[in-house]
Structures are given as C-alpha cells and as structure tokens.
C-alpha cells in the first residue's frame, strides 16, 4: 500500500501570531525586544543627562583616599586607604552580620514553632505573643531599643575599677559586658596551630562522613548506631589529643582593664550586638511561623503510628515529621534570609559601619558619585541573593523525595 504525501504548507507571515506552533516563541521575541530597547533607552537617556550636569560614568574613585575611619572592622584598614577598601570592609561587616544573624535565627525559630505547637498551654501562648510581638513591630525599632538597653543598662568600664567593684567580669573573669561594647578573649595562634587547624576540619568532615554512612546503614539494614556519641567522639578527641601532642600551640588572650578602657582581647560594639540580636529575633518569629506550619503539613497519622511502636516525643520529631517537613519548610526560608541580609542596611541607625555606611553613605557623599554607588550596591545585594538562593535550593533538592 503506499503511503499519500500530504502537501507541506508554505510558511507566511501570517503565521507567527495566527499559527499555534509559532505564537509563544513569537510573542516572547517581541516582549525580549521591546525589554531590550527600553533598557537601552534609559541608559542613553541617563548618560546625556549625565553629561549635560558635567558628569559621567567613572569608577576611578575606588581608588581615591577615603579619608574617614570605621569603627569596627575585619581587615586592617586606615583613613589613608581607598574607596575600594572602604566598600570591602563595609561588605564583609554586612556578609558577617547576615551569616550569624541567618544561624541564630535559624535555631531559635526552629525551637519557637516546634514549642508553639506545645501541649502545654502556658508555653504555647508565650511562643504566639513572642511571635507577634516581634514580627508585628517594625525591625528599626527593636534595632534602635535593643541598643539602647545596651547602652544604658550596662555598666562602664570604670565600673569594674577598684577592691570591691560595681560590676565584674563573667564567664570565669574571662569576658566583660560593658556600655560600649563586649570584650572577649582572643585566640593567639603560635607554632603547630596550622596542623592542629587542619586536623579540626578533617574531624569536622569525618563526622559529616559517618553520620551520612549511619544513615545510610540505617535505610538498608534498619541497624540504627549511636550517632550522637559517636560523632562527638570524632569531633573532639582527635582535636584535643594533638592539641596536647602539639604543646598546646593555641592559647586565650584575655581583655583586662586598664585606664579607663578594657584592652586586648576581641572587642564587640554594641552596635553590632544590638544589629545582630535584633535581626535574628525579627526573623526567627518568621522562621518560627514557617516551622510550624511545616510540621502541620505532615499526617497527624504518623504521629500516632511512631507513638504505637514506642517512640518518644523527641524521637519522633527528629526522625519522622521534622525530615519530612523540611520539604515544606526549606523553600520560604530563602525569602527570610534574604530579607535579614537586606535589612541590614539599616545598621546606620546605630553607627555600625556596613557596606550601605561606607559606599552607599560616606564614600557617596564624599565623592558625589551617586548613580556608580547605587549601582555597586545594587550588584552586591543582587549577588548575594543570587548566592543564599542557589545554596539554599541545593540544599532543598537534597530533601526532596526520590524520583519525583
């Protein structure tokens, strides 16, 4: 039998928006098309405007001298120093607040919607105020008052002078809190402490290992090892074995009074302490709600089945309705982690020097580089929620079920 040709209809114009085949794509060049023209007529636009105020667009300022100081910061840094590493102190003093701030929020939002969910009465409505209270109240004040707790409700340093002093050191006489900030010991790092570093990070990693191969064990065989013990055992015995092996090669640095100020030591602003606290207790009443509802996404029936074959409460929260509710849970955190990021841009209330205080404030103003500015700061916000996005969806893939 053989087969009819069908004749091939020739291809017209007509087509691209009245042919189904070609509509979409059609549709989607002209929209690319029009985004392209309008974005190249605003760049045109704001450059000959540019140019008629005398102006153009010129980065060389990076490498002018700055000419002020910053308070606190992570590299060294002088008012002799550029622009450029101006805006890089003020970057790293921002990834520094949002990398700890995201941590602290982190844990005790997890706490806060697991006791939300509590059978006592008591703990369950101190969790809902705890969570209304902060997330209904805007974070500048809680950033504004935390500090002024603070600053007020501390003693000064002249406070801990003297036979019978006002106030006293903490945490074995190790560490002060005082009006201007906190002082903690420091590290010193002598011979050795570069193996007994690497030996911490191969521990570190080894823990991760066995945990994963337990689990692992426990998916195939059922056979459930002691995890917790046993990576604690190879967290720290090897770390403290060459830390004696070595002669103790690090040792603490403890801040001590002198004059009327404290030396040495690792010294915290307060600005910092009340940016930080105060972001973290924003964002965990958030954290907190979402939690909660991802633990009220999973089947009360699970519950009730792990309870019939003798699990205890914590048992079951970890095993069974947390590691399936991460799936619920994971996705809105990205939104939480970068609204705490970018909140920290409001550090200028209290003096702390982030990287909207040093190329989106003081640089800017001295420089009268306002558009080059808000550019650099726009591309450092954009790139960092780029990268807290594509690191929490990596970790949200791994928690989804396989093969769907």
Same mark, same amino acid.
Request: with cysteine; proline share 4%; glycine share 8%.
């Given at each position: 039998?053989?087969?009819?040709?069908?004749?091939?209809?020739?291809?017209?114009?007509?087509?691209?928006?009245?042919?189904?085949?070609?509509?979409?794509?059609?549709?989607?060049?002209?929209?690319?098309?029009?985004?392209?023209?309008?974005?190249?007529?605003?760049?045109?636009?704001?450059?000959?405007?540019?140019?008629?105020?005398?102006?153009?667009?010129?980065?060389?300022?990076?490498?002018?001298?700055?000419?002020?100081?910053?308070?606190?910061?992570?590299?060294?840094?002088?008012?002799?120093?550029?622009?450029?590493?101006?805006?890089?102190?003020?970057?790293?003093?921002?990834?520094?607040?949002?990398?700890?701030?995201?941590?602290?929020?982190?844990?005790?939002?997890?706490?806060?919607?697991?006791?939300?969910?509590?059978?006592?009465?008591?703990?369950?409505?101190?969790?809902?105020?705890?969570? %209304?209270?902060?997330?209904?109240?805007?974070?500048?004040?809680?950033?504004?008052?935390?500090?002024?707790?603070?600053?007020?409700?501390?003693?000064?340093?002249?406070?801990?002078?003297?036979?019978?002093?006002?106030?006293?050191?903490?945490?074995?006489?190790?560490?002060?809190?005082?009006?201007?900030?906190?002082?903690?010991?420091?590290?010193?790092?002598?011979?050795?402490?570069?193996?007994?570093?690497?030996?911490?990070?191969?521990?570190?990693?080894?823990?991760?290992?066995?945990?994963?191969?337990?689990?692992?064990?426990?998916? %195939?065989?059922?056979?459930?090892?002691?995890?917790?013990?046993?990576?604690?055992?190879?967290?720290?015995?090897?770390?403290?074995?060459?830390?004696?092996?070595?002669?103790?090669?690090?040792?603490?640095?403890?801040?001590?009074?002198?004059?009327?100020?404290?030396?040495?030591?690792?010294?915290?602003?307060?600005?910092?302490?009340?940016?930080?606290?105060?972001?973290?207790?924003?964002?965990?009443?958030?954290?907190?709600?979402?939690?909660?509802?991802?633990?009220?996404?999973?089947?009360?029936?699970?519950?009730?089945?792990?309870?019939?074959?003798?699990?205890?409460?914590?048992?079951?929260?970890?095993?069974?309705?947390?590691?399936?509710?991460?799936?619920?849970?994971?996705?809105?955190?990205?939104?939480?982690?970068?609204?705490?990021?970018?909140?920290?841009?409001?550090?200028?209330?209290?003096?702390?020097?982030?990287?909207?205080?040093?190329?989106?404030?003081?640089?800017?103003?001295?420089?009268?580089?306002?558009?080059?500015?808000?550019?650099?700061?726009?591309?450092?916000?954009?790139?960092?929620?780029?990268?807290?996005?594509?690191?929490?969806?990596?970790?949200?893939?791994?928690?989804?079920?396989?093969?769907?």
């Amino acid at each position: 039998m053989s087969s009819v040709k069908l004749p091939v209809e020739k291809f017209r114009l007509g087509m691209l928006l009245g042919d189904t085949r070609y509509r979409s794509t059609t549709v989607q060049v002209i929209a690319f098309i029009i985004f392209v023209s309008v974005v190249f007529w605003l760049v045109d636009n704001t450059v000959k405007n540019l140019a008629l105020l005398g102006k153009d667009v010129d980065f060389s300022y990076l490498w002018m001298r700055a000419g002020y100081d910053i308070n606190q910061r992570l590299i060294p840094y002088t008012n002799d120093s550029t622009h450029g590493r101006a805006a890089l102190v003020g970057i790293l003093n921002t990834l520094l607040v949002a990398f700890i701030g995201c941590i602290i929020a982190t844990i005790i939002g997890v706490f806060v919607g697991i006791l939300r969910l509590s059978k006592n009465w008591i703990v369950a409505k101190l969790m809902s105020v705890y969570i %209304e209270g902060f997330r209904n109240i805007p974070i500048l004040l809680w950033i504004v008052m935390i500090f002024a707790l603070l600053t007020e409700f501390t003693p000064a340093p002249r406070a801990f002078k003297g036979d019978d002093p006002e106030a006293s050191m903490i945490f074995f006489q190790s560490t002060a809190v005082t009006n201007r900030g906190a002082y903690f010991p420091s590290p010193v790092w002598g011979d050795g402490s570069v193996y007994l570093i690497l030996i911490f990070i191969l521990s570190l990693a080894a823990m991760f290992l066995f945990r994963r191969y337990a689990k692992n064990l426990q998916e %195939e065989t059922g056979k459930n090892l002691p995890k917790f013990w046993i990576s604690l055992a190879i967290f720290f015995i090897p770390s403290i074995l060459f830390y004696f092996i070595l002669g103790g090669p690090v040792s603490l640095e403890y801040p001590y009074l002198k004059g009327f100020n404290f030396k040495d030591g690792i010294y915290v602003r307060n600005s910092f302490i009340a940016l930080t606290l105060a972001l973290s207790l924003y964002t965990s009443a958030f954290i907190g709600e979402i939690v909660r509802s991802g633990i009220l996404a999973i089947s009360k029936g699970q519950t009730e089945a792990a309870s019939s074959l003798g699990l205890r409460p914590s048992r079951i929260m970890n095993l069974i309705i947390l590691p399936q509710a991460l799936r619920v849970i994971v996705p809105p955190m990205i939104s939480n982690y970068l609204n705490l990021t970018k909140n920290s841009s409001l550090a200028i209330a209290v003096g702390y020097m982030d990287v909207r205080g040093t190329l989106g404030g003081i640089t800017l103003n001295q420089t009268g580089r306002e558009l080059e500015s808000m550019l650099l700061l726009m591309g450092f916000y954009l790139c960092v929620s780029l990268c807290v996005s594509a690191i929490i969806n990596y970790f949200n893939r791994s928690f989804q079920i396989k093969g769907l």
